[in-house]
């Protein structure tokens, strides 16, 4: 079974620097999605970036960028020029295609909160 | 395109009880999955629905059930409710050619 896991439960960062999120996982499969979600305060889970294991190149959407190292089973999130509406917790999930479907995984999430 | 909707928001029950939460999914999405998420335990996945048919189930007991409608909107229930069910029931869809899952507000279950 696949695990993800988040080593950082807490972390904090001031307004207009940049903070990385880290995110490992386990699986054996080799062709697989990497995803990191943002769940604001009181507000719903939405989308930040995605990784298609098969490429090579780094996700990148405005101020959020991955590093993405298939080899070592990291996928960590970089946020540049964070900013108070980045305050959230955030997910990293996995996911593989079977014949059953779509198989998510999610880690425990980290809780950042950007300071003013 | 309106996003994922889940009814209702809010909702109390007693234990022993069942419930039934719905979500309608983005239009063109075929897929919906459920999850339940608590602080001690994160986002547990529950169970995936696509074109009326379950796909994928995670490790909950029987009490957990869905259905998918072929509008693709989607229903839970739980029966006989216990203290542990209380959670934010979350419901996501996705099309079936970037599998990026859209998630829904969330229904707010509390048992008592």
């Keep these: 079974a696949q695990t993800v896991t988040q080593s950082q439960p807490e972390m904090s960062v001031q307004e207009a620097e940049t903070v990385t999120l880290s995110c490992t996982y386990d699986t054996s499969e080799s062709n697989y999605y990497l995803f990191w979600y943002k769940q604001p305060p009181s507000r719903q889970m939405i989308l930040v970036i995605r990784q298609e294991a098969y490429k090579q190149q780094n996700a990148t959407e405005n101020r959020f960028s991955v590093n993405f190292q298939k080899a070592a089973k990291s996928f960590s999130l970089k946020i540049s020029d964070s900013q108070l509406g980045d305050t959230a917790m955030y997910f990293c999930a996995f996911m593989k295609l079977d014949n059953y479907g779509q198989n998510f995984v999610f880690g425990p999430g980290t809780r950042l909160s950007v300071l003013p | ?112």
């Design chain 2, 1 to 112: 395109k309106a996003g994922v909707t889940q009814t209702p928001r809010y909702l109390i029950k007693t234990r022993g009880q069942q419930v039934t939460l719905s979500c309608s999914p983005i239009s063109g999405h075929r897929s919906v999955s459920w999850y339940q998420q608590t602080p001690g335990q994160g986002l547990q996945f529950l169970f995936e629905y696509f074109s009326e048919t379950q796909r994928n189930k995670g490790n909950f007991p029987g009490r957990f059930s869905g259905r998918q409608f072929s509008n693709s909107r989607s229903e839970m229930n739980v029966s006989t409710l216990e203290l542990g069910d209380s959670a934010l029931y979350l419901c996501a869809s996705s099309f079936a050619a970037t599998y990026e899952q859209y998630f829904g507000p969330g229904t707010r279950l509390t048992v008592t």
